[in-house]
């Protein structure tokens, strides 16, 4: 009897934090997505090589040593014993769609529909902010001229898409 893995619960915070930006691209590691997918790295890595030809170089790239020294040296990523004595291969959103193909286990493909989702909310975010500042931007180039007041409105505006992270006070009563 297969196990059912239909409701894995992954945490959108768990799969954002094993998101990179490298080489233009945002990616995952393949020792992390290993750990997602339950199997070994090594076995990860085999089945891409078995399958090479599934991962063209828009879906997947081998980090180089340099780029691996700037990610411990960033603290991306702990050391590189954490990724386990080799250069580790960089999946981008289509190659970790393409990696539930090639690993064919019920886990694999639900955990790569979350991760799926997961980038497509982050692009729809990504989206959504940039539509809200042009749109200000564009509003912000015809008044020009106008009022000094409609430019306060403007800047507190921004100021509210981006509000600066300060301690809140603390509510409650004081004891004296």
């Known amino acids: 009897m297969k196990p059912d893995n239909s409701n ?3 945490p959108d915070e768990l ?3 094993k998101i990179y930006y490298i080489r233009n691209h945002k990616v995952m590691l393949d020792k992390d997505l290993a750990e997602l997918y339950d199997v070994k790295p ?3 890595r085999e089945q891409v090589k078995r399958n090479i030809v599934r991962f063209p170089a828009n879906f997947m790239f081998q980090l180089t040593d340099e780029e691996v020294k700037n990610m411990v040296s960033q603290s991306a990523i ?3 014993r954490h990724l386990g004595g080799t250069l580790p291969y960089a999946f981008t959103e289509h190659g970790v769609l393409m990696l539930a193909n090639v690993l064919r286990s019920e886990r ?3 955990v790569s529909i979350r991760i799926i989702e997961i980038f497509v909310k982050m692009r729809e975010m990504l989206s959504s902010h940039k ?3 042009l749109k200000l931007e564009q509003l912000e180039r015809k008044v020009t001229g106008h009022d000094d007041d409609i430019q306060l409105i403007f800047k507190y505006l921004k100021q509210l898409l981006a509000p600066p992270q300060e301690p809140r006070p603390k509510i409650g009563f004081r004891s004296r």
């Open 8 to 10: 894995i619960i992954l």
């Open 15 to 17: 799969v954002i934090s």
């Open 42 to 44: 090594t076995r990860l």
């Open 78 to 80: 702990p050391s590189r």
């Open 108 to 110: 694999a493909i639900q």
């Open 131 to 133: 539509d809200v500042l």
